[in-house]
């Protein structure tokens, strides 16, 4: 599920001063990841940026009431902007003019910094034997603040499979692979990135950070983590982070239904996820 930006959460917005001027912001403001960005910056831009990632993270067509609620943006520089974004392609209307979703322009950003990324074509290779091996589907993903998101994936053979997308985004604390890259992190690094209560997305979903910080001492002394239907019901996961860089930012798992998991078929599973954790720090070792 994807993670809200801070517009989507209503407030003050990123750049905003709270009063009407220009649109170079007073002074230094947060940056995209909540954090100081060391310089002024462009109101237009940010709210540009966060009008994008608004319609990313909400599928379908919303009217200008409905983003002007959740945005706290003022009516008529909202109108324009949309406006503006509509024209150039990265926010589509539908029949009427008067309600907007993602535009097309979007998917081709998101697909370059895909095609483009060397970590995602040095993996190519050991994904695919990965995905050979074990026969169940596969994904790389990225640590991306709370959330990580998926860069490749590799779909299992069997009719019974989870479905998923390149570019999905999903809370690092429900995923194997995101548990795995907080896993790299130290105690107090996740006490500032987490909230105290966690998201639930299933009911087995860790909603206690310190409960979550407990398991990651444990997913450090094993070497890998497991979502045990923390995200999907009826959907195992296991991952490891890929040690290229520290703290690892980019992990791989593999995702198999319950019904069709026995220990014998665990084992097998989490060998070939650490022959493929070996063959990807090999493969990225000089990025």
């Known amino acids: 599920m994807p993670s809200p930006t801070n517009a989507a959460r209503g407030g003050t917005h990123r750049g905003d001063t709270g009063r009407d001027g220009a649109d170079q912001g007073g002074g230094p403001g947060p940056g995209p990841s909540g954090g100081p960005s060391g310089g002024a910056q462009v109101k237009s831009a ?12 909400r599928p379908g067509m919303h009217s200008l009431a409905e983003v002007q609620e959740q945005t706290g943006y003022p009516k008529s520089s909202l109108y324009m902007l949309l406006r503006t974004l509509a024209e150039l392609g990265w926010v589509e209307t539908d029949a009427t003019g008067t309600r907007y979703g993602i535009g097309v322009r979007a998917l081709l950003v998101g697909s370059s910094y895909i095609d483009g990324d060397a970590v995602v074509a040095a993996a190519r290779p050991a994904l695919d034997v990965l995905a050979e091996d074990t026969g169940e589907t ?8 709370a959330n990580v998101v998926y860069l490749a994936t590799r779909q299992s053979q069997h009719s019974l499979r989870p479905f998923t997308r390149i570019g999905r985004r999903l809370p690092a604390h429900s995923t194997s692979h995101g548990k795995a890259l907080l896993a790299t992190l130290g105690d107090e690094a996740v006490r500032r990135l987490l909230p105290e209560r966690l998201e639930p997305l299933t009911e087995h979903t860790h909603t206690d950070r310190e409960e979550l910080i407990r398991e990651l001492a444990e997913v450090r002394a094993r070497g890998y983590a497991v979502d045990r239907e923390e995200n999907t019901l009826g959907l195992r996961c296991f991952g ?17 239904p319950v019904a069709r998991l026995t220990p014998g078929r665990e084992q097998t599973i989490r060998d070939a996820l650490f022959d493929a954790r070996d063959r990807l720090t090999l493969a990225t070792r000089h990025l």
Do not use: C, M, N, Q
Request: charged share 20%; hydrophobic share 50%.
């Open 138 to 145: 596969i994904h790389l993903a990225r640590l991306d603040g």
């Open 46 to 57: 940010v709210r540009t940026v966060e009008l994008l990632e608004y319609f990313a993270g």
């Open 240 to 256: 490891v982070a890929i040690p290229y860089r520290t703290p690892a930012r980019d992990a791989v798992s593999v995702s198999v």
